[in-house]
């Protein structure tokens, strides 16, 4: 698959997510933007691109829109030129011009990388599937929060189940940056 039929889909990775100011930071947070810093290093240095996901949150939540918390973390913050969707649902897709950015670029497979498994993550690689795009989901390259009853580490596991069973590739971060270095399809195909 040709390099500009792909490209790096990075969802949510902003300042609350990691800065613990008004809500603790993520599981495993260092390895989430270890892993997403570098798909996004090797998408940029194969050309690939990079599409910014940003949610936008109501007044007096953590990612509230123009708050502290809802700007692009810096280590991995959009280069001029790199789009930037603003969300306000789980799914990119929903209300956002995510897909008509996609087919302008002529992308038809992705790579994605994110916050929070168990909803913008997980609902943006469904309505991606169900647009037709190839889903490949670095499986140490997203992250969430605990629950009352789970674990954030059983979360992502049970996330990176359900999205497999339902069609979406799975691959390990050094795996994807293999991919994205030889020119090979993310999803481990020709």
């Known amino acids: 698959m040709a390099n500009d039929q792909r490209a790096l889909l990075i969802i949510d990775l902003q300042n609350a997510v990691f800065d613990g100011k008004q809500i603790p930071p993520a599981y495993a947070a260092d390895r989430l933007l270890d892993?997403?810093?570098?798909l996004l290093r090797a998408a940029r240095r194969s050309r690939v691109p990079v599409i910014y996901v940003q949610h936008c949150a109501a007044a007096g939540e953590a990612l509230e829109e123009g708050g502290p918390g809802w700007p692009i973390y810096a280590p991995v913050a959009p280069d001029a030129g790199e789009p930037v969707v603003c969300k306000r649902f789980a799914s990119a897709f929903e209300a956002t011009e995510l897909h008509a950015v996609l087919q302008e670029l002529g992308v038809r497979s992705l790579i994605v990388t994110g916050i929070q498994s168990e909803h913008c993550v997980a609902a943006t690689c469904r309505a991606a599937l169900e647009l037709g795009y190839a889903v490949c989901l670095a499986e140490d390259g997203h992250s969430t929060?605990?629950?009352?009853?789970?674990?954030?580490?059983?979360i992502v596991a049970e996330q990176n189940h359900a999205l497999s069973a339902g069609g979406v590739a799975l691959q390990h971060t050094e795996d994807l940056i293999s991919a994205l270095r030889d020119g090979r399809a993310a999803d481990g195909g020709a």
């Open 145 to 154: 929060w605990p629950t009352e009853d789970r674990s954030a580490e059983q």
């Open 35 to 38: 892993n997403a810093g570098a």
